[in-house]
């Protein structure tokens, strides 16, 4: 059974240009959640999609948005970067949105902000 | 958000069990408590998550106190490859029914040969 799969694995940007990262979640998972990894902050919620639908939001300013498809592949896009943006972005897929299910990550994107 | 507090470092020598404890004294009475784990920077690893009960699994052990506010999670036979970040979370109820992970800094575990 495949993964949660993320890409691309690595991205370096220049400032004040966008980004959009790509999250494939486990067969048959229906709930996909984006996080943030910096050295400083530790891992933060982004936000949460479940059937095409943004469900819950971190505190997280409106250049992070992010979207779910109809086959609950989810994308998320950083608009204006800036160099703070520079982390490992996480996305984890889980069955159902039952607080009983555990999520399952992908390995993450390494964006650089330059 | 509930939060965690955990040890920032702890050392374990191989063979022996490791025995992580976690904090979680503002928890809710429907929240679960989740353990993850993360080596090198991969995406963090899903180990065992529980209610109220103690659990069990292949790769650890739960033991939630019962008034909640604090749990223990125990890697039986530790291996030079249980190495890693340990993060104690509280899976967080949001609206429309959605969750959310609230990490915490976790506990940097060192096995030791």
């Known amino acids: 059974k495949a993964g949660v799969t993320q890409t691309p694995r690595y991205l370096i940007k220049t400032r004040g240009q966008q980004v959009t990262l790509s999250c494939s979640p486990i067969s048959g998972h229906r709930s996909v959640s984006w996080y943030q990894q910096t050295p400083g902050q530790g891992l933060q919620f982004l936000f949460e999609?479940?059937?095409?639908?943004?469900?819950n939001k971190g505190n997280f300013p409106g250049r992070f948005s992010g979207r779910q498809f109809s086959n609950s592949r989810s994308e998320m896009n950083v608009s204006t970067l800036e160099l703070g943006d520079s982390a490992l972005y996480l996305c984890?897929?889980?069955?159902?949105?039952?607080?009983?299910?555990?999520?399952?990550f992908g390995s993450g994107t390494r964006l650089t902000v330059v | 958000d509930a939060k965690t507090t955990q040890p920032p470092s702890m050392d374990c020598a191989e063979g022996r069990a490791a025995n992580l404890p976690c904090n979680h004294s503002t928890i809710s009475g429907n929240e679960y408590v989740y353990w993850y784990r993360q080596i090198h920077s991969q995406g963090p690893q899903y180990i065992i998550h529980?209610?109220?009960n103690n659990e069990t699994n292949e790769m650890a052990s739960l033991i939630i106190t019962e008034d909640r506010k604090s749990s223990t999670l125990i890697l039986p036979h530790a291996t030079l490859r249980d190495t890693a970040v340990y993060y104690c979370i509280v899976r967080v109820a949001g609206s429309q029914g959605a969750q959310k992970l609230v990490f915490g800094q976790g506990t940097r575990l060192t096995i030791n040969p």
């Open positions: 984890a897929s889980s069955p159902m949105l039952d607080r009983n299910y555990g999520y399952t």
């Open positions: 529980g209610l109220k």
């Open positions: 999609y479940f059937s095409e639908t943004q469900r």
